[in-house]
């Protein structure tokens, strides 16, 4: 699995610097407190901000919406992951029963998953 950086630690604070593309995992009180977010593109996740009527919708800042609920129960989650085809998942650690999610996918359909490590801090990305 790829490492998780605090925004604020030397490697990520280059990474930021030098805009290379990132990966960042924020939420939505948590991008309040975190300006750098928005000097990137983002894509959100999230049903409530997408149409009804095209799961994805693209903005005119290159910004994108991809219509995504966190609503699914355990066997529909894992399921989902089935469906899409992936090759790597990383589970969060807010929500739900994370490390059992990652083992069930691991396991169940030989998909590459970990926890995302947690840090309580609003200085990561």
Not at 28 to 49: D, G, H, N, Q
Not at 59 to 83: K, M, Q, W
Request: charged share 20%.
């Amino acid at each position: 699995m790829p490492p998780v950086l605090r925004s604020d630690s030397p490697e990520a604070l280059a990474i930021l610097k030098d805009r290379e593309p990132v990966v960042a995992f924020v939420t939505f009180p948590e991008r309040r407190c975190l300006p750098w977010v928005e000097r990137f593109r983002k894509i959100t996740l999230s049903a409530y901000m997408a149409g009804l009527q095209d799961p994805v919708m693209c903005y005119d800042n290159g910004d994108s919406c991809i219509s995504l609920t966190d609503h699914a129960d355990f066997p529909g989650t894992v399921e989902y992951v089935r469906a899409t085809g992936a090759k790597m998942v990383w589970t969060d650690p807010r929500s739900g029963n994370a490390a059992a999610l990652a083992d069930a996918i691991s396991s169940r359909l030989g998909v590459q998953s970990a926890v995302m490590p947690q840090i309580h801090s609003l200085g990561w990305g």
